[in-house]
């Protein structure tokens, strides 16, 4: 079996395409596609949630791209793909969404959910949320 490849790794400011990430994942060898997309929602700790923005560190897209290739290497997947979105988001639109394509499901299953806590854990993106009671906070800020 060829390695994984990393076939997409972005951080974007215009809306993202689960479709996108889909195609780009799904090769001839491939039996299985684990997606996750993250959306924006109504609440967080019990506190509604108005909307938000996410801000981006210059070495964002590359720690991504790291990322990724660390899990594709690790991870006996044939394809990732991997894109966030940065600026406003309102509740409901899609915040990052990630495709990892394999020849069977479980492998597929594992690599997205170590892709997306790694990139939660690694990547430096920042979430600003407005409340609707007006109050605001960042998360992931140190």
């Not at 959306?39 to 509604?48: A, F, L, M, P, Y």
């Not at 990322?67 to 006996?76: R, S, Y």
């Not at 990052?96 to 394999?102: D, F, N």
């Not at 499901?105 to 170590?114: K, Q």
Request: proline share 4%; aromatic share 4%.
């Amino acid at each position: 079996m060829a390695p994984a490849r990393v076939v997409l790794a972005d951080i974007r400011d215009t809306p993202l395409s689960v479709d996108e990430c889909m195609a780009a994942v799904l090769l001839p060898d491939v039996g299985g596609i684990a997606l996750f997309v993250g959306t924006v929602r109504d609440h967080d700790s019990g506190r509604g949630v108005a909307e938000l923005a996410y801000e981006a560190h210059p070495r964002a897209a590359a720690e991504i791209e790291r990322v990724a290739a660390e899990v594709a290497a690790g991870a006996p997947v044939r394809a990732i793909a991997v894109a966030h979105r940065t600026g406003h988001l309102r509740v409901g639109e899609t915040a990052v969404v990630v495709a990892v394509g394999a020849a069977h499901r479980a492998e597929a299953f594992a690599a997205c959910r170590r892709l997306i806590d790694d990139i939660k854990e690694q990547v430096p993106i920042w979430k600003h949320q407005i409340f609707t009671d007006g109050a605001a906070e960042w998360v992931g800020a140190c």
